[in-house]
């Protein structure tokens, strides 16, 4: 039986709104107190490193996790905030949603539709006509492992075949709910370490860029095997993954048919080319 600890449920019909310091916030009803704007984005060493960290940082996204109990967060959960460093980026998104606003609506389509993915329950835009800041807090997921984690402590053949198919399996149903995910690497999905490989089990992560086009073409879709199948093939390091393995998960992806298989084998070769680096 699995020992890890299951997130706690929150009815997602139950959202407040409200204004605060000059952004409008929106969340689940328990993370009403949730006091995002007051993390000390701009001075991370006045954070507690034991229990707030930041864990990326760029010029326009950084991105914090914090402890249950911090800054009133009733559970573990990771906070971005999204932020212009330019005038002529702010005029570009003039008339267009935060980009926290975008993945948060991403999160809740792919649930919507079956996919998981760590849940959106708190969003901060400032206001105005352009958002020049906006912040998205989604539930952590504690002591997950990344699928290429996963890959690198199978034991054996049957086990890295059964996460190819269930890898496999799981593009083929995104792509079929019409969703395109812009970075879509073995990195970015996310299963706990004690279930089985099974494409319900599987969180996608890092949902910006993606979207839900108006056609889902045959390009998008080689684009996202393409990439999930370099990362399993980095340049710098050996993972023992080969040709056979990459024909396992495309055919797991065309629903075992092998005609289907090896057309979708033709497109990520045509990618790569455009790519400059076949695999």
Request: glycine share 6%.
């Amino acid at each position: 039986m699995s020992s890890r600890r299951a997130a706690p449920t929150f009815d997602a019909s139950t959202w407040v709104e409200f204004d605060v310091d000059g952004y409008h916030i929106r969340s689940l009803a328990p993370f009403k107190k949730f006091r995002g704007t007051d993390i000390p984005w701009e001075h991370p060493g006045d954070l507690d490193l034991s229990t707030e960290r930041i864990v990326k940082s760029s010029r326009t996204r950084k991105v914090i996790k914090l402890a249950a109990g911090h800054f009133g967060a009733p559970v573990e959960v990771y906070v971005k905030r999204y932020n212009f460093q330019s005038w002529y980026r702010l005029l570009f998104r003039a008339g267009r949603k935060s980009r926290a606003r975008e993945e948060f609506d991403l999160g809740w389509k792919l649930m919507s539709k079956g996919v998981r993915t760590p849940r959106p329950v708190w969003l901060a835009e400032a206001k105005g006509a352009v958002a020049k800041f906006s912040l998205l807090a989604t539930e952590a997921l504690p002591e997950v492992e990344s699928v290429l984690d996963r890959w690198q402590r199978c034991e054996n053949e049957p086990e890295r075949r059964d996460l190819l198919v269930a890898l496999g399996r799981l593009l083929g149903r995104i792509h079929d709910i019409g969703f395109y995910h812009d970075d879509l690497k073995a990195g970015h999905v996310l299963i706990f370490p004690h279930r089985p490989s099974l494409p319900e089990e599987f969180y996608l992560i890092d949902l910006l860029g993606g979207s839900f086009p108006p056609v889902m073409s045959r390009l998008r879709r080689a684009k996202n095997l393409y990439q999930m199948l370099r990362s399993f093939i980095p340049k710098r390091r050996e993972l023992g993954f080969t040709r056979e393995h990459r024909d396992v998960f495309l055919l797991a992806y065309s629903a075992g048919m092998p005609d289907e298989a090896m057309k979708w084998s033709k497109w990520v070769d045509r990618v790569g080319r455009l790519k400059g680096r076949k695999i």
